[in-house]
């Protein structure tokens, strides 16, 4: 049921890693900010290889809508208001600067990546101050936005911000043509690092799993959820959001722009050949309740668009810092030589090339920035509290209380096709059962940081709450900050 538009780019296989290594840089993951990251290094000098545990492209970058935009929702009076005017330009400026550094390098590179430019819209239905407050805020920090009544959205609207020159693209013959460039190992994880200079990677060959070192002046990580679970305490500052993708087949709809509603308030609208990409319903990996079902979306989206039909079905997921701002920057202060580019809120196609343009500034070019916003050991409680104290909660709940909670249930109730939480023994187990009544069952708790995992009905899948890992019914590991698979 679940396919990407986007998955119809193939891109060459490349080989895993033989052995150990030296570089100058080692960037962990080949998603669009690792890509972005190592090909900027490497123009600017650095010898730079990329480690990559499933496949070029295959994380969230797969099942992004990949809108390129320096508007990222109603964001700029929050930061005005949270970090200050100087701070907040600084934001606008790398954003818009990321938006316009795609064009150039997208010309220059000849890429083909269907990359057109768009006006970016939010938009309200309902009336609101918002919009107008955003305006003023946008507009002190230099941007170039308006306030509109017309758009091509199939239903009226009380009022729109309006960003111009802004773009959209496919992300995968992108990331396609920017890899021909680089040393990647695909199908190589990185399983730990050790100090500043070492990481510890594991392949399989010949279904044993062999471990190797790279040595690296600088390490990277661009692998969306950081793999470190201590350092920086980025699992208590980070989690991670879903939401549904619709793709519908409707030529002649929305002729211009790409829209999101005011502090998500609806859906997301872009146009892609001749589909319109809708997005939408945001829960937490595990969370999601009835109302967050396709069914409910598809029945609200066929409003819209009645001629259309339902072309593709996706959902993807992304990490969220509690202040809305990035962590790009050394992992840690006082590491040197460690750096981390994630958090990127849903607007990952411009942070990852504010990403690009940040750390060569830093590796490349000797700036400090310390005082920049992206700095990842920063914490703006202003910004952060009502986050901070709702991810606490979720996170007490599924590591200490959530237990008491769980049903006693017998495995002959579990329908097939389905999977349960169950008591035994005084342990919580996940159990999957098969059409054929074939049971499997693991420990129902994630083996990155113990959580209780939750089976997500729709997708088939075992899901953390608390830090966004997911596994396969067969408990296989779908995506981190896990790096193994649940344990039988
Ligand atoms: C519904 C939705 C819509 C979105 N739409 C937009 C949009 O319109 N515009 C926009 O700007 N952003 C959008 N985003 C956000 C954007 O998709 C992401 O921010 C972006 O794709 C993240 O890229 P990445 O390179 O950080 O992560 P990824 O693409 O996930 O890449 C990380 C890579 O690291 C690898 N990896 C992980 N762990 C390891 C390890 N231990 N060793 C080696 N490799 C490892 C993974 O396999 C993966 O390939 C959207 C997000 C969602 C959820």
Request: net charge positive; hydrophobic share 35%.
């Given at each position: 049921m679940f396919e990407s538009i986007w998955k119809e780019e193939l891109i060459e296989k490349r080989p895993q890693l033989e052995g150990n290594k030296q570089t100058e840089v080692a960037v962990i993951g080949a998603g669009l900010a690792g890509i972005l990251i190592a090909y900027y290094l490497q123009k600017n000098g650095k010898k730079v290889i990329v480690l990559e545990a499933?496949?070029?492209?295959?994380?969230m970058t797969s099942n992004t809508t990949a809108k390129i935009t320096s508007?990222?929702?109603?964001i700029y009076k929050k930061l005005i208001t949270n970090f200050g005017q100087e701070k907040a330009k600084e934001y606008a400026e790398y954003n818009e600067r990321a938006v316009k550094e795609y064009e150039t390098l997208i010309k220059e590179l000849q890429i083909p990546c269907d990359f057109e430019k768009k006006d970016s819209y939010v938009y309200s239905k309902e009336e609101t101050k918002l919009l107008e407050e955003e305006l003023q805020a946008a507009r002190s920090l230099g941007i170039n936005a308006s306030i509109t009544t017309e758009t091509a959205l199939p239903f009226p609207i009380y009022g729109a911000v309006k960003f111009p020159e802004q773009a959209q693209f496919h992300p995968i013959k992108f990331v396609k043509a920017l890899a021909q460039h680089l040393e990647i190992y695909e199908k190589?994880?990185?399983k730990k690092r050790k100090g500043e200079h070492l990481l510890q990677v594991s392949v399989w060959e010949d279904e044993k799993e062999c471990e190797y070192e790279v040595q690296a002046d600088t390490i990277i990580?661009?692998?969306?959820?950081?793999?470190?679970?201590?350092?920086?305490l980025y699992a208590l500052r980070m989690y991670q959001e879903r939401e549904k993708i619709l793709v519908i087949e409707e030529p002649h709809a929305l002729p211009y722009g790409m829209y999101v509603a005011a502090n998500n308030k609806g859906y997301s609208f872009r146009k892609y050949d001749k589909y319109v990409i809708v997005a939408g319903k945001n829960y937490r990996p595990g969370e999601q309740t009835e109302q967050d079902a396709f069914a409910e979306m598809e029945n609200e989206v066929k409003q819209y668009y009645s001629q259309g039909t339902i072309a593709y079905h996706m959902v993807n997921q992304d990490c969220i810092t509690l202040d809305k701002v990035p962590y790009i920057g050394r992992?840690?202060?006082?590491?040197?030589?460690v750096y981390i580019a994630t958090g990127f809120n849903k607007w990952g196609m411009s942070h990852a090339m504010v990403s690009a343009l940040l750390l060569t500034e830093m590796i490349c070019k000797g700036e400090d920035k310390k005082n920049s916003i992206f700095r990842p050991n920063r914490f703006a409680y202003k910004a952060s509290k009502k986050e901070l104290k709702q991810h606490m909660v979720t996170v007490i709940r599924q590591i200490a209380l959530k237990p008491v909670q769980v049903q006693k249930k017998i495995v002959d109730q579990i329908e097939p096709e389905q999977g349960h939480i169950l008591k035994k023994n005084g342990k919580r187990l996940a159990v999957y059962k098969e059409k054929d009544g074939t049971v499997y069952s693991f420990h129902a708790r994630c083996p990155h940081l113990g959580c209780l995992l939750e089976w997500n009905?729709?997708?088939?899948s075992w899901d953390c709450p608390c830090h966004g890992s997911r596994f396969t019914k067969k408990g296989e590991l779908i995506n981190g900050p896990a790096k193994k698979d649940m344990k039988q």
């Amino acid at each position: 049921m679940f396919e990407s538009i986007w998955k119809e780019e193939l891109i060459e296989k490349r080989p895993q890693l033989e052995g150990n290594k030296q570089t100058e840089v080692a960037v962990i993951g080949a998603g669009l900010a690792g890509i972005l990251i190592a090909y900027y290094l490497q123009k600017n000098g650095k010898k730079v290889i990329v480690l990559e545990a499933d496949r070029i492209g295959s994380g969230m970058t797969s099942n992004t809508t990949a809108k390129i935009t320096s508007q990222h929702n109603l964001i700029y009076k929050k930061l005005i208001t949270n970090f200050g005017q100087e701070k907040a330009k600084e934001y606008a400026e790398y954003n818009e600067r990321a938006v316009k550094e795609y064009e150039t390098l997208i010309k220059e590179l000849q890429i083909p990546c269907d990359f057109e430019k768009k006006d970016s819209y939010v938009y309200s239905k309902e009336e609101t101050k918002l919009l107008e407050e955003e305006l003023q805020a946008a507009r002190s920090l230099g941007i170039n936005a308006s306030i509109t009544t017309e758009t091509a959205l199939p239903f009226p609207i009380y009022g729109a911000v309006k960003f111009p020159e802004q773009a959209q693209f496919h992300p995968i013959k992108f990331v396609k043509a920017l890899a021909q460039h680089l040393e990647i190992y695909e199908k190589t994880m990185v399983k730990k690092r050790k100090g500043e200079h070492l990481l510890q990677v594991s392949v399989w060959e010949d279904e044993k799993e062999c471990e190797y070192e790279v040595q690296a002046d600088t390490i990277i990580l661009a692998n969306h959820y950081p793999m470190e679970k201590i350092k920086g305490l980025y699992a208590l500052r980070m989690y991670q959001e879903r939401e549904k993708i619709l793709v519908i087949e409707e030529p002649h709809a929305l002729p211009y722009g790409m829209y999101v509603a005011a502090n998500n308030k609806g859906y997301s609208f872009r146009k892609y050949d001749k589909y319109v990409i809708v997005a939408g319903k945001n829960y937490r990996p595990g969370e999601q309740t009835e109302q967050d079902a396709f069914a409910e979306m598809e029945n609200e989206v066929k409003q819209y668009y009645s001629q259309g039909t339902i072309a593709y079905h996706m959902v993807n997921q992304d990490c969220i810092t509690l202040d809305k701002v990035p962590y790009i920057g050394r992992l840690t202060k006082g590491m040197e030589n460690v750096y981390i580019a994630t958090g990127f809120n849903k607007w990952g196609m411009s942070h990852a090339m504010v990403s690009a343009l940040l750390l060569t500034e830093m590796i490349c070019k000797g700036e400090d920035k310390k005082n920049s916003i992206f700095r990842p050991n920063r914490f703006a409680y202003k910004a952060s509290k009502k986050e901070l104290k709702q991810h606490m909660v979720t996170v007490i709940r599924q590591i200490a209380l959530k237990p008491v909670q769980v049903q006693k249930k017998i495995v002959d109730q579990i329908e097939p096709e389905q999977g349960h939480i169950l008591k035994k023994n005084g342990k919580r187990l996940a159990v999957y059962k098969e059409k054929d009544g074939t049971v499997y069952s693991f420990h129902a708790r994630c083996p990155h940081l113990g959580c209780l995992l939750e089976w997500n009905k729709e997708e088939q899948s075992w899901d953390c709450p608390c830090h966004g890992s997911r596994f396969t019914k067969k408990g296989e590991l779908i995506n981190g900050p896990a790096k193994k698979d649940m344990k039988q």
